[in-house]
């Protein structure tokens, strides 16, 4: 289980709007950030990779998953 604290900060950073998901659009401008722009059709098949409840949006519970999962 990801300790969920460790990547809020992280998580806060690619929430631009602070609604406590990570959608599509933010993916993108975090990839624009790492230096690995996508186009939308691919920011959102990111968001759907790391979607584990289908809600089409991540949350900290779902990011913080993958990060554990990919260290
Ligand atoms: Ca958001
Ligand atoms: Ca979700």
Redesign the pocket.
């Known amino acids: 289980m990801a300790d969920l604290t460790e990547y809020a900060a992280t998580f806060d950073l690619v929430d631009s709007d602070d609604d406590g998901m990570i959608s599509a659009p933010e993916m993108a401008r975090l990839m624009e950030v790492l230096g690995r722009p996508i186009g939308p059709d691919a920011a959102q098949a990111a968001v759907a990779r790391l ?3 289908g ?1 089409g ?3 900290l519970e ?1 990011f913080a998953a993958y990060l554990a999962a990919n260290q």
């Open positions: 979607d584990a409840n809600d949006l991540i949350d779902e």
